[in-house]
């Protein structure tokens, strides 16, 4: 699982590193011939190619000059362009090194800086930015500016935050990483890829039974909402529950019948097409069989809404609240701030940005410590949706979320997602894992059925069918880690 750190963070570990007896100009000398071995594998030979290296003031312009003299050695004819001396035009090159700014840079490029970077994006040559493109503000991926574009960035030592959030993630391009020997000692935040979610997937016995695989419990729908309910319980089918437990409102009950055959579906107490609180209590002995319970996709606002919710909570199950039950989530703390923290089972929260106010009290603004912030006042896992969805433990880990596209922004993807957490959970798996590892396959379910079908033609409905293949491709990450592109080109 690959380290994220903050520039401040990684600025304390390269000044203990230095303390410790690591010449700062050894490091410097060690991330430049990084630099100089992926730009020499970029042009594929050195002799009779041209470079040109556009250097900052700082250390990532010194990076940027000791490469290039490193790729002269090497036999490439190089041009180091000062940004303090910019001529207006870059002379024409194989590659374009980028060594303007640093991680640490937050601010909106200007004057030769800002001409820089843009001389650097209208240039035919392939870009390689050093540790982050110019004009990528580190610490949070926003892009204040101008920004360069990159074909490939060198994170030196680790990923920052800034090459995994979007914007910023979207100038990076190939992403590789430089290991110049710096320890890294205190670490918060993680990508997980396709081997970590392998690792910490439940194995099925040769002898097992649908009990014993994990049952789940879902309280969903409402008169008008009944797609939450459906996409909820298929994707927990698909993603390995033993059996659903589907509990909807008993008018309902004849539109569940035909769309969600493999699911029990249970008629409950109802109140104008809304399920009530006595829903939880005509559900207890089925409770009793299972593992997990899901709670809030499409069951409606108001009172009623309120009082399930409320009547979930003590439910001695570990929970996940998504949809408008998160709404009403927000209402029970407002009269008992302690009531999720006080369950003594793990809880999982699955906010998009609005309902994340409802939660915080205001919207979002960093999604990595807005999402750590919340997970540590209500004592639950909270996963922030988003382009860039986050997890974040009550305990201050954070797991940032590279697979998805712009493509699964449609309604009913989040039940999706929850149908998948609570299988997870159902199956055996504690709230985090099964959370940021949930994430990671419906983002790559999402990436399977655009790479068949295209962004645009993406809907909530195609999910569940894809998690077969996202499964696959996550089974043979156990043994031979690919790029997930590569392995999804395997399956089309």
């Not at 990508?191 to 997937?201: K, S, T």
């Not at 019948?257 to 109140?271: G, N």
Request: aromatic share 2%; with cysteine.
């Amino acid at each position: 699982m690959d380290p994220v750190l903050l520039p401040d963070e990684m600025r304390a570990a390269d000044e203990a590193a230095i303390a410790a007896g690591t010449p700062s100009a050894e490091l410097m000398e060690r991330a430049a011939h990084a630099c100089a071995v992926t730009a020499l594998r970029m042009l594929g030979r050195a002799y009779g190619k041209r470079v040109v290296v556009v250097a900052g003031k700082g250390n990532n312009g010194g990076d940027g000059i000791i490469c290039a003299r490193k790729l002269r050695a090497a036999g490439a004819s190089v041009t180091v362009v000062g940004v303090d001396e910019w001529p207006g035009t870059l002379p024409r090159a194989d590659l374009v090194i980028d060594a303007i700014f640093g991680t640490g840079f937050s601010r909106a490029p200007s004057g030769d800086g800002e001409r820089a970077i843009q001389a650097i994006n209208a240039a035919s040559a392939r870009v390689l930015s050093i540790d982050i493109p110019s004009g990528v503000d580190g610490a949070d991926g926003s892009v204040p500016g101008v920004a360069v574009r990159a074909d490939v960035t060198l994170a030196i030592q680790s990923l920052k935050i800034g090459h995994v959030s979007l914007p910023g993630a979207l100038h990076c391009g190939r992403v590789d990483v430089a290991d110049i020997g710096i320890p890294l000692t205190t670490m918060r935040t993680f990508v997980p890829n396709a081997r970590d979610v392998r690792g910490v997937l439940p194995d099925i016995d040769a002898d097992t039974h649908k009990y014993r695989v994990g049952a789940l419990a879902v309280l969903a729908g409402s008169t008008g909402m009944t797609g939450a309910a459906i996409l909820t319980s298929r994707a927990a089918i698909r993603a390995g529950a033993g059996l659903v437990m589907l509990g909807v409102p008993a008018s309902t009950l004849a539109v569940f019948e035909s769309a969600v055959v493999e699911a029990i579906k249970v008629p409950l107490p109802e109140s104008e097409g809304q399920l009530d609180d006595k829903a939880v209590d005509e559900m207890v002995d089925r409770l009793d069989r299972c593992r997990a319970l899901a709670v809030g996709p499409g069951i409606g606002r108001g009172p009623r809404a309120v009082a399930l919710v409320r009547r979930a909570i003590d439910v001695p199950l570990p929970l996940v609240v998504d949809g408008d039950g998160l709404w009403a989530l927000a209402e029970v703390l407002k009269d008992e701030p302690d009531a999720v923290r006080e369950r003594g089972h793990g809880t999982v929260l699955t906010p998009h940005g609005g309902e994340f106010a409802f939660l915080a009290g205001r919207p979002p603004s960093d999604h990595v410590e807005d999402a750590r912030s919340l997970a540590d006042r209500l004592g639950a896992t909270v996963h922030l949706k988003g382009r860039r969805a986050v997890t974040a433990s009550p305990a201050g880990t954070v797991w940032m979320n590279a697979t998805g596209n712009p493509g699964a922004a449609t309604g009913g993807t989040g039940d999706v997602l929850t149908g998948i957490v609570s299988a997870l959970i159902a199956q055996g798996m504690v709230a985090d894992g099964a959370t940021w590892a949930g994430a990671y396959l419906h983002g790559l379910a999402a990436d399977i059925v655009a790479a068949r079908s295209g962004e645009r033609s993406l809907s909530a409905h195609d999910l569940p069918e894809a998690l077969g293949d996202a499964f696959r491709v996550v089974a043979r990450a156990s043994h031979n880690v690919r790029p997930i592109r590569t392995a999804l080109e395997s399956l089309t």
